[in-house]
């Protein structure tokens, strides 16, 4: 087996990887995270055989690849050949150019990128800041690191081991963000909340970016709250929690159901129904300035309003929202009657 051996490693120039500053950390559409080496190839066509040894510590050399080359098409990948301490790829270069150059890629499964949302709101609207939590580097410091993700790059960064780093992706100044105030059944709250509601427009900057899943921290001149973001496409509409209302106070006083419109089968037994639900809320406001609620109530699939005190919009199957206009300082009540008919026994 010595024999084989020599003559791969003798098949052509033996060229190791660029040096550790030149390297690019690629996360992918999954996750997973990857070091990235561009490599010079010798400009005159023919076997080469290219060494990548075991030179980073939690490196996974098992899965390093040749990820693509510069221009295409000018590399062909012959063979690999796995070590104790080193991959070897045998490649054929099919052109005669100056620049032609190879990528090779090898997991980093110890190195972590979080993804933290940085958004701040005054007056003059809103700025997001996206940026990545990077720890878990292994390896002696390196600079000039590109990192490259589905979500934005930043270039001419610094790796330290053993350091979690934030790195700032990119940040969109003058989002448009309308804060809102909403009490909803689901929160089982009196209080109303502030929201934070971003229409995203799929022609601006801010809007046409998917946005990844992580931490979002939101700043306003008089709180910061931190919580969980669920990621969004590009063009969806965003929520962020704000913190509460004490001044806006709402009391459902009344969630019934009945049924009416009772049918009967040959023998008497229940066999559909309309199901009669009636609302009533008092909602106050303590605050000196009139102020507009979002009233949100959840009912059960299928429901019709066929009277409302207040105005009100389906804004999905399960959210009926009433808009509530409050004097300053000022109550109001508001009913609503719905009915969800040819309903059969559970």
């Known amino acids: 087996m010595v024999i084989p051996a020599l003559l791969w490693a003798l098949a052509g120039a033996i ?11 690629l996360v992918d559409d999954q996750g997973a995270v990857w070091l990235v080496i561009e490599h010079p190839l010798a400009p005159s066509p023919g076997p080469v055989a290219v060494v990548w040894p075991m030179a980073e510590p939690g490196i996974d050399l098992a899965s390093a690849c040749v990820l693509g080359c510069t221009p295409e098409g000018a590399v062909t990948v012959l063979g690999r050949r796995e070590t104790a301490d080193a991959v070897e790829w045998k490649l054929s270069v099919g052109g005669t150019g100056e620049d032609t150059s190879v990528r090779l890629a090898a997991r980093l499964p110890e190195l972590r990128v ?10 003059d609207g809103a700025e997001w800041v996206l940026a990545a939590a990077v720890s878990g580097w292994k390896s002696a410091p390196a600079d000039n690191v590109v990192l490259r993700t589905p979500f934005g790059t930043c270039e001419g960064i610094s790796l330290q081991p053993e350091v979690m780093q934030t790195l700032v992706i990119w940040s969109s ?8 105030l909403r009490w909803d059944s689901r929160d089982g709250r009196e209080t109303a909340s502030r929201v934070l509601v971003f229409q995203r427009d799929l022609a601006s900057e801010f809007g046409g ?19 969980d973001f669920p990621g969004a496409s590009p063009g969806s509409r965003i929520e962020l929690q704000a913190g509460d209302a004490p001044a806006i106070l709402v009391k459902r006083i009344k969630a019934a159901s ?21 609302y009533e809320y008092v909602v106050s406001n303590s605050l000196p300035e009139p102020v507009e609620l979002e009233l949100v109530e959840h009912p059960a699939r299928g429901w019709e309003v066929i009277q409302a005190s207040a105005p009100w ?29 040819n309903q059969t026994p559970a």
């Not at 979080?114 to 007056?123: I, N």
């Not at 100044?173 to 809102?180: L, T």
């Not at 009945?258 to 009636?278: C, I, K, M, P, Y």
């Open 15 to 25: 060229l190791e990887p660029a040096a550790p500053e030149n390297r690019t950390i």
């Open 209 to 227: 970016r998917p946005l990844p899943p992580g931490k979002v921290t939101v700043n306003t001149p008089t709180r910061r709250l931190v919580q």
């Open 258 to 278: 009945t049924q009416v419109d009772v049918r009967t089968d040959a023998n008497r037994r229940l066999a559909a129904f309309t199901e009669r639900l009636e």
């Open 313 to 341: 919009e389906k804004r999905d199957a399960d959210t009926l929202v009433f808009t509530v206009a409050l004097q300053a300082r000022g109550q109001a009540k508001v009913t609503a009657t719905l009915v969800r008919r």
């Open 114 to 123: 979080e993804w933290r949302h940085l958004v701040a709101v005054d007056a």
């Open 173 to 180: 100044r003058g989002v448009d963000a309308q804060e809102v």
